[in-house]
């Protein structure tokens, strides 16, 4: 079946500093979606990414989708205490399927 | 309320019990999802309805899991004979539309711990 692979499973950081996660794909995937998880929260929707090669910001968070839509990456500019959390991958190919994540932590 | 709601939001239970966990979707959304977290995994997917009819249940992981919602709003998950390894947090997911584009929206979940 369809799955997702999360790299790295944690990113340790000191706040200001840069961010990314990758999410792969062994299939070519139609859309692909991006979730944040708090510590002790649920999942809550980012972004979508639908084209190839698309690039979507969301101030100091940039999602990109590659040119063969088997892979993204979320990065996130001069991370913040706030950014801390859980970032998942969603790949819908007939079944919900997400990435088993990774978990930011952020040194002030 | 505006959100997926999901109740209880903790349930301790003995092995062996049955159990049933609700989840009310936000008003208007056709499409829900049963998830179930285990520590440091991502959401696993179990089952997905489309109004009152299963749409995709072949992430149950066998006959003692099964989920009904009845008049394509409120969903129930139902566990009989539970076991230890059913320990996990069940989440739910709403969405307006159909397939993959339209993004989910979780409740807070139901931690269910079996002893």
């Known amino acids: 079946g369809q799955q997702v692979m999360q790299i790295p499973q944690y990113q340790h950081v000191q706040e200001g500093e840069d961010f990314t996660t990758y999410c792969n794909s062994s299939?070519?995937?139609?859309?692909i979606q991006w979730y944040k998880q708090r510590p002790g929260g649920h999942p809550v929707f980012l972004i979508q990414?639908?084209?190839?090669?698309e690039v979507k910001k969301q101030k100091r968070l940039t999602f990109q989708f590659g040119e063969a839509k088997k892979n993204s990456s979320l990065h996130i500019t001069a991370t913040q205490t706030t950014d801390v959390g859980t970032y998942f991958c969603?790949?819908?190919?007939?079944?919900?399927?997400f990435g088993d994540g990774t978990t930011l932590t952020v040194k002030p | 309320g505006a959100g997926v709601s999901q109740t209880p939001s903790n349930k301790v239970t003995e092995k062996g019990k049955y159990v049933e966990l609700r989840c009310d979707p936000i008003?208007?959304?056709?499409?829900l999802y049963w998830y179930r977290q285990s520590l440091g995994q991502g959401p696993e997917f179990l089952i997905y309805?489309?109004?009152?009819?299963?749409?995709?249940d072949s992430g149950l992981p066998n006959d003692r899991f099964f989920a009904v919602r009845p008049e394509g709003s409120v969903s129930t998950l139902k566990i009989q004979r539970t076991e230890r390894g059913d320990s996990a947090v069940y989440l739910c997911?709403?969405?307006?539309?159909?397939?993959?584009?339209?993004?989910?929206?979780f409740g807070n979940g139901t931690r269910l711990t079996v002893t």
């Open positions: 997911a709403s969405s307006l539309g159909t397939g993959s584009n339209s993004p989910l929206h």
């Open positions: 299939t070519t995937l139609s859309n």
């Open positions: 990414l639908v084209k190839s090669g």
């Open positions: 969603e790949v819908n190919a007939g079944k919900s399927t």
């Open positions: 008003s208007g959304h056709t499409a």
């Open positions: 309805f489309q109004g009152t009819g299963a749409a995709d």
